[in-house]
């Protein structure tokens, strides 16, 4: 299988803490690859070195072979990367498809035009992508009042909007009721499988990450500790210490 | 040597109001967000209840004594402007409770006005302090080294209060995150209170303090507002120490150029004040703000469409009518409403960028009256015919814009909003003091427009077609693909970042585009009063602006035009009695606190409430699903809730 994206000896202290300690790992094509471990463990600053919204210490990402390093974010996100926050980031004064229609109004670069009414272009495309994710019905109404769920999934149809590579998501179901994880979840595994993305995401849930991941790594104070496929992280007796000290488990998982 | 230590004392003695002042400013800020414009009028009050008090008090005694119940007075007021006009409007957008503020500018002057009259009065010297000493045989007034020796022990004073007492300690989390603070069981409220009432006294000291040195008069309180928000952006928001530094700085450098640089004193403290920003964007002891740190107040705004076929009828029957003001209108009124126009493109031009964008800008005017001194120096030096000089005032205007808005850029917030400020006041400076290529206070005269303009009614229809060209012109940009990312820009930098807008340079943009248009209103100004003056580029002028766009209502796309003509009009008819100012201050605060959401927001509210305007959010839950509507009440609860997909 090709590899997406590689990942070198990313590191990134802050004030000699050692947040991100030399890690490695690479993202495969078509796989969804699940970044885990405790709160602490270097997860979103990993994410966020690898957005280009914090600089690492050492180390290089290679995104197709390219460099990702010293990039803006807006720049990788040109070359194929999308993203989506763990605490959502939607555009509050506008209606949902209008969201949605900002980031094919931005891909397609017409963000500086002065001519068209924005409300208009694009729009049969962008409600494509609202009902990818069940928010068609929504699209007219006002971003602001959408329940959180849902501000996750218009976050989902804006990043898809320039048909990434890879897609990376920081907690995509954090601040949800289980139920609704379940059903985001397995909506992102078919849509990255419909389009052949590949997808690399932390996530705190064990039973979405046990239950969609192709393969998972495990971090924790800043080192990678495992890599692995789904089984043999749960049978791993170094992840188990790490989050329970001991014990058998992730039994449940679906 | 000798003079230059004397004039570093008589800076340092100068310090001593100045960072009374600015420190109350700062305490202000930082726990309420507020921007008090006010805080000029509190010191003007002290002076001149300290003034009062000295006629009575006799002695050393009575001096000392006079300072601090002037202080203490002034506290009192501050208290009352508090529970009266900022706390019925704290849960306005942000920035509201500023144009508040300047009705209680508005309302002390006048009331200052009729109890002290309008003649400046002399500050008795202070009893026991009144001779010189010699030092390195240069005078020094001994009151000067009075007060640099107080200043120190005030300074101390506060910074233990600050960071010693349990009461500071209240302050500093509430400046951290007053939420939290109040969850915590704090009454935030005399919280507020109490933080007014220490801000003001400390403006009320500085006020009274000052007296032997200065006297009081009824142009103080603007003469210092400049200089205290000076002095609180380059020591830092909400750092004493910051203040005391760089309250002595200003002080000193002012000395300094006083003597050796004359022509330079009004622009000096904002040069240090533009460097101090472009090297430490915070100040010098200033730390970073966190955005969204404070968190929204108010609603979010709503999305914003292109008029429908009822209203754009409805323009166009406005502008028939005004097309038709010469058929039945006096020249008086044509003159009145083309000022009115060229107001409301000037103050459209700022909503641009401050409404669209969330880029507060307080030097505005930089480029309205820099525009019509592009066309008034074209005119009066190269003899440019009016037409090419209309045209090439925007490009004027646009180009520092485009220069100033880069530098600025790197800013955010209050901090963004002071560097705007530094810059107009430099523009400002630079007018008013290169008197022999710009006239200098005289002004350019006889700058009148072409044959074919040159009376009422033709250049009537002229400002017709240019205003409302304008305002139509950023109204359409608004609901272009740029003005989209504009808004993107400024509701969440951070996705827009993360989906390939630049939004440092849409901001810019933006920014240098409002700079044109408010160019081509000065354009527009120049011709039809035939003259310029460095009036056109002050503080004031920013300041009316910004005024009518919170006044109109700063998150509808109407706000400024409908803000603009009101206080026009207005102005126009309440100048013509004696205490106008008494009278518009106290409409402006009633009209703040009555409609929260500016005249256009509330007119819209109301026209919903009784069924003439459909809401868009509730009408849509309605037909869809009514249990969504209910849940946007709650939102914060909503992360727990499941939505049941229909």
Partial sequence: MNIILDVRNLSKSFHGLQAVDFVNFEVREGELLALIGPNGAGKSTCFNMLMGQLKPTTGEVFFQGENLVGKYPRQIWRKGVGRTFQITGTYSSMTVVENVQMALMSHRRRIFSIFPYAHKIYKEEAISYLDMVGLADQAERHCAILAYGDLKRLELAIALCHKPTLLLMDEPTAGMAPTERESVMQLTADIVKDQNISVLFTEHDMDVVFGHAHRILVLNRGKLIANGSVDEIRNNPLVQEVYLGGGNLFEVAS | ?646
């Fill in chain 2, 1 to 646: 040597m000798g003079l230059f230590v004397a004039q570093v004392l008589t800076g340092l003695a100068n310090a001593a109001a100045l960072f009374l002042v600015a420190s109350g400013l700062s305490l202000i800020f930082g726990v309420t967000r507020i921007v008090n414009f006010a805080h000029g009028s509190f010191y003007m009050l002290g002076a001149f209840i300290g003034y009062s008090l000295m006629q009575v008090l006799p002695g050393m005694f009575g001096f000392w004594a006079s300072v601090v119940l002037a202080g203490l007075a002034v506290g009192v007021i501050g208290v009352i402007v508090e529970i009266c006009v900022l706390r019925p409007v704290y849960k306005a957008p942000e920035l509201f409770q500023l144009v508040a503020t300047f009705g209680v500018i508005l309302v002390i002057q006048d009331l200052a006005l009729l109890t002290w009259g309008a003649d400046d009065v002399l500050g008795p010297r202070a009893p026991g302090l009144k001779g010189i000493v010699r030092i390195m045989d240069e005078p020094v007034p001994k009151y000067d080294l009075a007060l640099i020796a107080i200043t120190p022990f005030i300074l101390f004073g506060l910074w233990y209060l600050i960071a010693r007492t349990r009461v500071g300690i209240l302050v500093r989390a509430a400046t951290q995150d007053r939420e939290m603070v109040g969850a915590l069981g704090v009454n935030q409220a005399w919280l507020f209170t109490g933080v007014f009432f220490l801000g003001a006294t400390l403006a009320g000291l500085g006020g009274a303090i000052q007296l032997p040195k200065g006297g009081a008069d009824l142009l103080m309180d603007f003469n210092i507002l400049a200089a205290i928000f000076v002095v609180v952006v380059i020591g830092g928001m909400g750092s004493l120490p910051g203040a005391y530094v760089a309250a002595v700085l200003i002080s000193v450098l002012n000395v300094f150029g006083v003597t050796y640089l004359p022509q330079s004193t009004l622009v000096l403290m904002f040069v240090v004040m533009a460097v101090v920003l472009m090297i430490k964007p915070y100040g010098l002891f200033g730390r970073e703000e966190v955005a969204g740190e404070h968190g929204q107040v108010g609603e979010p705004e709503r999305p914003i469409k292109p008029a429908g076929i009822k209203v754009r009828v409805l323009v166009a029957v406005g502008i028939l009518l005004l097309a038709l003001l010469p058929v039945f209108g006096s020249s008086f009124s044509q003159v009145l409403t083309a000022d009115v126009i060229i107001f409301c493109l000037f103050a459209a031009s700022l909503h641009f960028i401050l409404g669209l964008g969330g880029l507060v800008s307080f030097g505005h005017a930089a480029y309205f009256g820099g525009g019509a001194y592009v066309a008034a120096l074209l005119v009066s030096y190269l003899q440019t015919p009016m037409e090419i000089a209309f045209l090439l005032a925007p490009v004027g205007a646009g180009f520092a814009a485009f220069i100033i808005g880069w530098l600025c850029m790197r800013l955010t917030g209050v901090y963004f909003a002071m560097l705007t400020l530094a810059f107009a006041q430099l523009l400002w400076s630079l007018v008013y003091q290169w008197g022999e290529f710009t006239g200098g206070d005289d002004g350019l005269v006889d700058i009148w427009p072409s044959e074919w303009l040159n009376s009422t009614t033709p250049y009537y229809y002229f400002t017709l077609v240019f205003g409302i060209g304008g305002i139509l012109l950023l109204r359409h940009v608004a609901h272009s693909p740029f003005g989209y990312a504009l808004r993107a820009s400024r509701d969440s930098a951070r996705q827009a970042e993360a989906t390939g807008i630049n939004t440092k340079r849409v901001q810019w943009l933006a920014f240098t585009f409002a700079g044109a248009v408010a160019g081509l209103s000065g354009a527009l100004f120049v011709f039809s009063k035939g003259s310029v003056f460095p009036t056109e580029l002050e503080v004031a002028r920013s300041f009316d602006a910004l005024i009518v766009i919170f006044l109109g209502g700063v998150k509808t796309l109407s706000g400024a035009i409908v803000g603009g003509a009101s206080l026009e009009y207005a102005k126009d008819f309440l100048t013509r009695f004696e205490y106008w100012r008494l009278t518009l201050g106290l409409i402006i605060i009633f009209v703040v606190i009555l409609a929260p959401e500016g005249i256009s927001g509330t007119l819209r509210k109301l026209a919903e409430r009784i069924g003439i305007m459909k809401d868009p959010d509730s009408n849509h839950s309605k037909i869809r699903n009514p249990a969504v509507n209910a849940k946007a009440h709650t939102r914060e609860n909503t992360r727990e809730n499941t939505r049941e997909d229909p």
